[in-house]
Structures are given as C-alpha cells and as structure tokens.
C-alpha cells in the first residue's frame, strides 16, 4: 500500500492505494482539484459560483456539474427537503470559525430563497428559478468526490483502497491480505477534545463508505447554547436534535453523505425509521442521553463493534 495525505476542500484527506505507481495518486489528487474547480461556492473561479451569480439566468455549465446537481436534487427529494441544496443563502451568513451569529432577521430574509425545487436542470443548463438563491453542494460532494476516485483507481488496476475525505471513509477491495477494512466510528466529541483516531465502534466492510455527520464540529456555545453547523432548512438555524450523531454504511459515499446531515435534523426515531426503509443503508446513532442505536443490519449485513 501507499499512501498520500493531501489538503483539499478545507480538510486534510488520504487516499492509500495497493499499487507501486505514484503517479495513480498523482492523477488522484488531480482529480480533487478539478472538483474544487467545479463545486467550490467561495472560490469565483468555479464553475459553482458562476451558476449562483447568474441572476437567475439560465447558465450553461460544465456537463458533470449539471448532472450532479440533478442528483443533489433527487437526495433532496428522497429526505423531503431536510437536506436542500439550495441553503447557500443561509450558511453563507454563518461563520463557525469566528463564533458568529446571524441576526434572525437576516436569516428569516435568506429563508425565503431555500427552495430546491426552484432549481431545474436541462442537459448541461441550469437555472435557479429565485436570483438571490445559492446552491451549496457542500453537504453531498465529498461522497460523489470519494465514489469518483475509488472508480478512477479501479479503472488503473488497483483491487484495493482507502480514501478517507476529512472523516467521509470509501474503500474497495478490502485489504491486500483477504480481511475487510475496519472503519472506525468517532466519539461525538470535537476533534480539539481527542486523539483524531479516538473511536467508540467500528464497522468492517470490504466495499462501500462510512460516513458520519454530528452536531459536535464546527460549533460552539454561547450563553448555554449550542450552536452548530448541522442548519435546519426550516428554521435556518442550528437543527434542535436527540442526536448528536449519525453515521451511514452504504454501498456507495454518495448515499452515505447524501442523507447523513438529514438524518441529523429528523431525529432518532425518525432517523431510524427511514434508514430501515432503504435496503441500501445501515445506520449507528448516538443520542444526546448518550444512547447508541443501530438498524436491523448492522451486526448482520454490517459487522458492527462497540469498542470498551
């Protein structure tokens, strides 16, 4: 195995590939530069960002944009609309790095133009319907980034993998010598509070993603309350939740990223009902009491560990 840390979409991300050929991960990393290029909502260079500052106007865009924005939609769907990609007018006024808290008149302004059925896409044309709407594919891209690199590494020849995108874990194959790659699954607590490997589970998989979404990064407290970056679509504020975490098993990273942040907002019994119906995802969740739950298939489908 090799291996390559790099830092890409504001996280440090590995990619460790059973191959002697550098220049595969080379090509990997390049890889992730293009998706910077395309799915950045900050950077004005992006393809991404000239879509939000069209004005409304039906914008010709790179073909791969167009038709992931089409399946962003069709998550945002599936999840009636807790997860909308269109909430870029929203996250845009919050700053989790610097602790700062929109006025609720600003977000009760921004609310009105979070619609992801305002958005429509016709080939390679997409056209936000609202002017002032922002599409903001950060909570879905890195699953749709992670399947695309696990592709283009099997498209080399390499049999088997690990990409892990800031905590969005994809792998194939499982490992060189026959075992499945163990994944572990964070304690809810912040990065700053623990040893970066510190799990509490982990589940063995030899293709697919774990992926896990909590209310514990990117947050901070003010005068008794938590605020995080987990923003409902209704409310635009941080989602009132019995969840402080929520972590997916699927086959692809794209399902697994797709609906993690949702799962969030729904809470635990709404959270585990809709995982249990989709035979495509398992799920572990951790309640605010401290709580773990697992749907049906993990332990079965999914070999599922708690750690001592």
Same mark, same amino acid.
């Given at each position: 195995?090799?291996?390559r ?16 050929d ?16 395309l799915f950045?909502r ?21 073909t ?7 399946t962003?939609?069709?998550?945002c769907?599936?999840a ?19 602790q ?9 302004a921004?609310?009105?133009? @979070? ?6 896409? %016709? /080939?390679? +044309? ?6 002032? !709407?922002?599409?903001? =594919?950060?909570?879905?891209a ?11 590494l ?17 792998v ?6 026959g075992?499945p790659w ?7 607590l ?26 514990y ?13 987990i ?17 997916? @098993? ?6 697994? %990223? /797709?609906? +993690?942040?949702?799962l969030?907002i729904?809470? !635990?019994?709404?959270? =585990? ?12 969740l ?8 697992a ?14």
């Amino acid at each position: 195995m090799v291996s390559r840390d790099f830092f890409r979409f504001n996280t440090t991300n590995t990619i460790s590939a059973a191959t002697d050929d550098e220049a595969i991960l080379d090509e990997a990393v390049a890889w992730c530069d293009r998706y910077e290029y395309l799915f950045s909502r900050v950077d004005p260079a992006s393809e991404l960002f000239r879509l939000n500052h069209a004005q409304g106007l039906p914008t010709d865009v790179d073909t791969e944009l167009a038709a992931f924005v089409e399946t962003a939609l069709s998550y945002c769907r599936r999840a009636d609309g807790l997860f909308d990609v269109t909430m870029g007018s929203v996250t845009q006024l919050w700053d989790f790095k610097h602790q700062r808290i929109p006025a609720p008149d600003d977000v009760a302004a921004a609310l009105p133009h @979070v619609d992801y059925r305002g958005v429509s896409v %016709d /080939g390679a +044309t997409v056209t936000l319907c609202d002017p002032l !709407a922002c599409v903001d =594919l950060g909570g879905i891209a890195k699953g749709y980034i992670a399947d695309g690199i696990l592709a283009l590494l099997r498209e080399r020849g390499v049999e088997h993998a690990l990409v892990n995108l800031g905590g969005n874990v994809a792998v194939m194959g499982g490992k060189p010598d026959g075992t499945p790659w163990r994944v572990g699954i964070r304690k809810p607590l912040p990065s700053n509070a623990l040893p970066l490997l510190d799990s509490f589970a982990t589940v063995a998989i030899r293709d697919g993603s774990v992926v896990t979404s909590g209310v514990y990064e990117r947050a901070f407290e003010r005068d008794g309350t938590l605020y995080h970056h987990i923003l409902d679509p209704r409310t635009g504020f941080p989602a009132q939740t019995d969840l402080l975490s929520a972590t997916l @098993v699927a086959r692809t990273s794209l399902d697994a %990223d /797709g609906f +993690t942040t949702a799962l969030i907002i729904m809470g !635990a019994d709404r959270a =585990l009902a809709f995982v249990e119906a989709d035979p495509a995802l398992e799920a572990v969740l951790v309640t605010t009491d401290g709580g773990v739950l697992a749907t049906s298939g993990i332990g079965e489908a999914v070999p599922f560990e708690l750690l001592g």
